[in-house]
């Protein structure tokens, strides 16, 4: 069950990734709102995650979970680079998650 919340964690760090984009610098009041409750949704998943989880591998997944998908989301929201060395780079994220999912 912890990973499916850390799971669920990682989605709402990529909900509040690209709030962040909305907000322009936390001066518009509905998209920052929603952009602060997916944090805290975030952080609270994370910390009930973490009871049946290691810190590290806690940490590590919901960051790489974030940063994976804010990338992906970059590419399809805002017409972000596919540069080939991007992706693979996204590729090496991802192996390392597995990586840390399977040595748990």
């Known amino acids: 069950m912890s990973w499916l919340i850390l ?4 989605l ?4 509040w990734a690209i ?3 909305y907000t322009d610098g936390f001066t518009r009041l509905i998209p920052s ?12 998943l994370l910390g009930l995650a973490m009871k049946g989880l290691p810190l590290g591998t806690a940490y590590a997944v919901w960051t790489g979970i974030g940063a994976v998908g804010t990338v ?12 080939p060395l ?19």
Do not use: D, Q, Y
Request: avoid cysteine.
């Open 7 to 10: 799971f669920f964690a990682g």
């Open 12 to 15: 709402f760090e990529i909900a």
């Open 19 to 21: 709030g962040l984009k």
């Open 33 to 44: 709102a929603l952009t602060v409750a997916a944090m805290l949704v975030s952080l609270g």
């Open 72 to 83: 992906i989301a970059g590419i399809i929201l805002f017409g972000e680079s596919m540069a």
């Open 86 to 104: 991007r992706l693979a780079s996204v590729a090496l994220i991802v192996t390392g998650l597995v990586g840390l999912k399977l040595s748990h």
